[in-house]
């Protein structure tokens, strides 16, 4: 195929460069591979979801997950938590034609999910052309370059070219694409794609057993506390019972070993506690009911309506995953140290469905006003509502891409 002129010319700079070292590639799987491009940690972790999914309904699929220049320095803990999923991240930080034939001719990707408009033409048309299907999701106008005489740049518009599906993140981007002569049965607007969750599962006996006993009491849920964490939180739930007596807070540890701290630590301040799995008596006067096993938080998330997510108070936290408690239908507060999952925080916090609170009195004061159920119902549902808002998105990709597996599988017997 010829190469437009931009393209062309990108290339063939491109050619002059030096070519970076790399480091020695692991061997490549037998079988099936399907290659996720991430240009934003958040899209990491959507692509790792997807991944998880798609190798539990499909045996053999094998994937190599890659993301770009922005995200490998920057974004250590997203990297790390992604390898730890679904294996290795590999990190494409230049777009030089030997680096990427390297590359392509090692890793022989059957299908490209690339998501997000920073493309790397060299790599993009590099893979078409060796016969990869490629499919471009949760690209928006934004990210796409562009010329001063017209909306995209003399390199991007080929290189979209190569896409054999375009999944828009609205109508408008769409719309766009198909004037500048992108074909139009290849394009669709399908929203953005974001992590969704997982929620923690949770016995029906255990849900049925915690809702009789807690039922009549107002409660909220001190997720995942780290130890510098139990005195301001507890000082916090005794200034909330000052305006909501009955008020019950159920603290979970991040460390079990913090449970003897936890009970000092209610003893102190005052607090009557029961140990749930202590088979302490629950009663009216008791105040705080403590939970050693984050295992249990599947339960508590279903139960309470508002959760505070430990590990972001102290200035060198880095914060735990939202989402799960968010699926579940729990309004959310957090601290300011949230490093770690700083983009779903502000995803949240942006739709009304999280809440940062910096100390004890704005802990107890967040708790107060939330305690009035159509506040925390009104969080609730903005966070299940993001959670869920690119479920679409995702089915659809995964039965776009188990088509085109099919497909390929299908014509590679019929040559056999």
């Given at each position: 195929m010829r190469l437009p002129l931009g393209l062309a010319a990108y290339r063939a700079l491109s050619w002059r460069a030096?070519?970076?070292?790399?480091?020695?590639?692991?061997?490549?799987?037998e079988g099936a591979l399907l290659w996720l491009h991430a240009t934003s940690a958040e899209r990491l972790a959507a692509l790792a979801d997807l991944g998880q999914r798609l190798c539990a309904q499909r045996q053999g699929v094998n994937l190599l997950l890659t993301v770009n220049a922005a995200?490998?320095?920057?974004?250590?803990a997203a990297l790390h938590t992604a390898s730890g999923r679904v294996g290795p991240v590999l990190a494409l930080t230049s777009d030089?034609?030997?680096?990427?034939?390297?590359?392509?001719?090692?890793?022989?990707?059957?299908?490209?999910?690339?998501?997000?408009?920073?493309?790397?033409?060299?790599?993009?048309?590099?893979?078409?052309?060796?016969?990869?299907?490629?499919?471009?999701?949760?690209?928006?106008?934004?990210?796409?370059?562009?010329r001063r005489g017209g909306w995209l740049s003399d390199v991007t518009g080929p290189c979209l070219m190569r896409f054999d599906a375009i999944l828009t993140d609205t109508a408008e981007t769409a719309t766009h694409l198909r004037r500048?002569?992108?074909?139009?049965?290849?394009?669709?607007?399908?929203?953005?794609?974001?992590?969704?969750?997982?929620?923690?599962?949770?016995?029906?006996?255990?849900?049925?057993?915690?809702?009789?006993?807690?039922?009549?009491?107002?409660?909220?849920?001190?997720?995942?506390?780290?130890?510098?964490?139990?005195?301001?939180?507890?000082?916090?739930?005794?200034?909330?019972?000052?305006?909501?007596?009955?008020?019950?807070?159920?603290?979970?540890?991040?460390?079990?070993?913090?449970?003897?701290?936890?009970?000092?630590?209610?003893?102190?301040?005052?607090?009557?506690?029961?140990?749930?799995?202590?088979?302490?008596?629950?009663?009216?006067?008791?105040?705080?009911?403590?939970?050693?096993d984050s295992g249990d938080?599947?339960?508590?998330?279903?139960?309470?309506?508002?959760?505070?997510?430990?590990?972001?108070?102290?200035?060198?936290?880095?914060?735990?995953?939202?989402?799960?408690?968010?699926?579940?239908?729990?309004?959310?507060l957090y601290g300011p140290h949230v490093a770690d999952h700083a983009a779903a925080y502000a995803r949240l916090a942006e739709a009304g469905?999280?809440?940062?609170?910096?100390?004890?009195?704005?802990?107890?004061?967040?708790?107060i006003q939330l305690s009035a159920p159509d506040h925390a119902a009104a969080m609730a549902l903005a966070g299940w509502e993001t959670v869920t808002e690119s479920a679409a998105l995702t089915d659809h990709l995964i039965e776009m891409i188990q088509d085109r597996l099919d497909q390929r599988e299908a014509a590679a017997h019929a040559r056999a």
């Open positions: 030096a070519q970076p070292a790399q480091e020695p590639s692991a061997p490549r799987p995200v490998a320095p920057t974004e250590p030089h034609p030997g680096l990427i034939r390297d590359f392509l001719n090692h890793w022989r990707p059957d299908i490209c999910l690339w998501t997000g408009g920073d493309l790397m033409p060299n790599l993009i048309c590099m893979a078409a052309e060796q016969g990869t299907e490629m499919i471009l999701a949760d690209v928006n106008a934004a990210s796409l370059p562009r500048l002569g992108l074909p139009g049965r290849r394009i669709a607007a399908m929203g953005r794609l974001s992590t969704g969750a997982s929620p923690p599962p949770c016995p029906d006996t255990a849900l049925n057993a915690a809702t009789q006993l807690l039922a009549a009491r107002p409660l909220w849920l001190a997720a995942l506390l780290d130890h510098d964490e139990i005195a301001p939180v507890l000082a916090a739930h005794r200034d909330a019972l000052r305006f909501q007596h009955r008020l019950l807070l159920v603290a979970v540890p991040a460390d079990a070993d913090d449970t003897a701290n936890l009970i000092a630590t209610a003893r102190d301040n005052g607090l009557r506690s029961a140990d749930w799995h202590g088979g302490d008596p629950i009663g009216e006067e008791t105040q705080i009911l403590i939970c050693d938080l599947g339960l508590w998330y279903r139960m309470a309506p508002l959760t505070f997510i430990g590990g972001s108070l102290r200035p060198t936290a880095r914060g735990n995953t939202p989402y799960e408690a968010t699926a579940l239908g729990s309004a959310l469905a999280a809440r940062c609170v910096r100390d004890t009195a704005s802990l107890a004061a967040a708790v």
